[in-house]
């Protein structure tokens, strides 16, 4: 049974630095197309940054999140990262991962994932 479970967020200061977690269950992380979304108070869901089938990360072009956000991978602890510096208080909501069943690329559309975790909360206080 595929599952995937946030961890890692909180309530920071502006400036501050988070890592967010996502640790998998039930199927390969090593190929896998997924992403890391947030939902900001009164927006859509919104791509963070993903990883495609070959490891290759695309991340969002909002330049307000731009050399800020960093996602990563780890095969063997069957997880996915994102490290969050330099935060400001927009960046504040809640932040999800999310897993997409089809090969190839990762599409920037939440609509395009298959599995979602519950989501984890950030807060930044300015």
């Known amino acids: 049974q595929v599952q995937l479970v946030e961890s890692g967020g909180g309530s920071v200061q502006g400036g501050g630095s988070l890592r967010l977690s996502c640790t998998t269950f039930?199927?390969?992380?090593?190929?896998?197309?997924m992403g890391w979304f947030r939902r900001r108070a009164g927006e859509n869901r919104e791509m963070v940054a993903c990883?495609?089938?070959?490891?290759?990360?695309?991340?969002s072009y909002d330049e307000s999140m731009k050399g800020r956000f960093t996602m990563s991978k780890d095969n063997d602890k069957k997880s996915l990262y994102l490290e969050m510096r330099s935060l400001k208080p927009e960046d504040s909501g809640m932040y999800y991962c999310?897993?997409?069943?089809?090969?190839?690329?990762?599409?920037?559309?939440?609509?395009?994932?298959?599995?979602w975790g519950q989501g984890t909360q950030v807060t930044v206080s300015s």
């Open positions: 999310a897993y997409d069943r089809s090969d190839g690329t990762c599409d920037t559309r939440p609509s395009m994932y298959n599995y």
């Open positions: 039930g199927f390969d992380i090593s190929k896998a197309v």
């Open positions: 990883i495609r089938d070959d490891s290759t990360i695309k991340y």
